[in-house]
């Protein structure tokens, strides 16, 4: 079964810290993975979008890494600032369906 | 360039009504999906629109149906609504497809049915 699981569920971090947030597939086959920032009360807006063939894909503060060997991605963010606090949303590509699998995604928060 | 506009914003309706909400693209982009977001279930796809034409569907019941005029703006009705319903409804466009470029999101439809 497609699935896109994410982790932590949450995470509370200070400003000017930064943190790594965490994506584990089970699509196959893998076409691409795009991770979206979704502030409260609005629509996900799109980071990154990642190939099979790329490992890292950089976005200002943000890097998303790719291991399509283990079908794991992650999500750094640099020197976090208080515009930072969303929810992350990690979304893979089936590429025999052409739908999108998301991930419930991560909510971080982040305190002065 | 005008981002994706959704309407209305926010809507209340008690069960057993229909609701019709409204989605109009990116100008030239020909891709519309849905999607409905609840805090449990996280982003669940519903279908997408290209050409006026269906080309995809999530495992919704019928009672969810969308359509897409020439303009490509882009209806979906909930017919005899169900508590369960209440969600945030967002709706995607994208030049070719979902799957094959970047989407972008309107602001989203927050229905509560009561």
């Known amino acids: 079964k497609n699935q896109v699981e994410q982790s932590p569920q949450s995470l509370i971090i200070l400003e000017g810290k930064n943190c790594t947030l965490q994506?584990?597939?089970?699509?196959?086959?893998?076409?691409?993975l795009r991770w979206y920032k979704q502030d409260t009360g609005r629509g996900p807006v799109s980071l990154t979008i990642m190939t099979f063939s790329e490992n890292t894909k950089s976005n200002g503060r943000y890097t998303a890494t790719l291991d399509a060997d283990t079908k794991q991605s992650s999500l750094h963010i640099t020197a976090s600032q208080l515009s930072d606090s969303a929810s992350y949303i990690c979304v893979v590509s089936a590429g025999n369906t052409d739908k999108l699998i998301f991930g419930t995604g991560t909510r971080l928060q982040v305190f002065p | 360039k005008a981002g994706v506009t959704q309407t209305p914003r926010y809507l209340i309706k008690t069960r057993g009504q229909q609701v019709t909400l409204s989605c109009s693209p990116i100008?030239?982009?020909?891709?519309v999906s849905w999607y409905q977001q609840t805090p449990g279930q996280g982003l669940q796809f519903l279908f997408e629109?290209?050409?006026?034409?269906?080309?995809n569907k999530g495992n919704f019941p019928g009672r969810f149906s969308g359509r897409q005029f020439s303009n490509s703006r882009s209806e979906m009705n909930v017919s005899t609504l169900e508590l369960g319903d209440s969600a945030l409804y967002l709706c995607a466009s994208s030049l070719a497809g979902p799957n094959q470029d970047t989407q972008y999101f309107g602001p989203g439809t927050r229905l509560t049915v009561l």
């Open positions: 100008s030239g982009h020909r891709s």
């Open positions: 994506c584990n597939y089970t699509v196959s086959p893998f076409s691409n």
């Open positions: 629109y290209f050409s006026e034409t269906q080309r």
